[in-house]
């Protein structure tokens, strides 16, 4: 069965750098986009970026342009998010998940929390 | 991109009906039939319930139903049950090769 793990949240200092992982199973993990979505505490979803199957297709969210980067590595079955210039409104759970305009599978996340 | 405008909450009685409406623009929700609802219950995981507009996945109850008009894409449950209690969130594709969701939509069985 499909699984995503994700890996790598924690208590950062704004300003500071964080970089997630996501490890795939039960899927050919190369024939799918990935997409990263976050969660602030108690608000709705927010897409992040996503990427496509090969990596030669990245789109991220405005709100996040020029501070994160989406990355995979077929050969290990992983999508990364590498967050730098982390600012305290990136607080929230981020989950990968399968798929952009269709998603059917999502991982448990992971907390990411930016203090001041 | 500002959110889909969804309701904040809607309530309804065991058995009723209810809809969620979920809207947007001409550049996502009226461009493409990329709309999916997602049911989140509380520190779970969202969980897919329609995809591309209508299309409920395999193991999702038949009481769940999709469709759109113009902008505007609603979410149907049909005989409604304590379980159905949760959030939910539309998203669609948009015209910038981005995904949209809603602010969400706070189901209360009553």
């Known amino acids: 069965q499909v699984q995503l793990v994700e890996s790598g949240g924690a208590v950062v200092k704004s300003g500071g750098s964080l970089r997630l992982s996501c490890t795939a199973s039960?899927?050919?993990?190369?024939?799918?986009?990935m997409s990263w979505i976050r969660q602030a505490p108690g608000k709705g979803l927010e897409w992040v970026s996503y990427?496509?199957?090969?990596?030669?297709?990245?789109y991220h969210a405005d709100s996040v342009k020029g501070r994160f980067t989406i990355s995979r590595d077929n050969a290990k079955n992983s999508l990364y998010l590498q967050m730098n210039s982390l600012r305290a409104e990136d607080t929230a759970v981020y989950y990968c998940?399968?798929?952009?305009?269709?998603?059917?599978?999502w991982g448990q996340g992971t907390l990411v929390t930016v203090s001041s | 991109q500002s959110a889909l405008t969804q309701p904040a909450s809607v309530s309804g009685s065991p058995g009723q009906s209810i809809t969620i409406s979920c809207t947007g623009a001409?550049?996502?929700?009226?461009?493409?039939?990329?709309v999916s609802w997602y049911q989140q219950r509380p520190g779970k995981a969202p969980k897919l319930m329609i995809y591309?507009?209508?299309i409920r996945p395999s193991g999702v109850s038949n009481r769940f139903s999709g469709s759109k008009s113009g902008n505007t894409a609603s979410l149907t449950i049909s005989g409604l049950q304590a379980e159905d209690e949760a959030d939910y969130y539309c998203?669609?594709?948009?015209?910038?090769?981005?995904?949209?969701f809603g602010g969400g939509t706070k189901l209360t069985v009553l």
């Open positions: 001409t550049t996502d929700v009226g461009a493409y039939d990329y």
């Open positions: 990427i496509g199957g090969s990596g030669s297709i990245i």
């Open positions: 998940a399968r798929g952009v305009e269709t998603i059917p599978h």
């Open positions: 591309d507009v209508s």
């Open positions: 039960g899927f050919s993990f190369s024939d799918y986009y």
């Open positions: 998203s669609s594709y948009t015209s910038t090769n981005t995904l949209l």
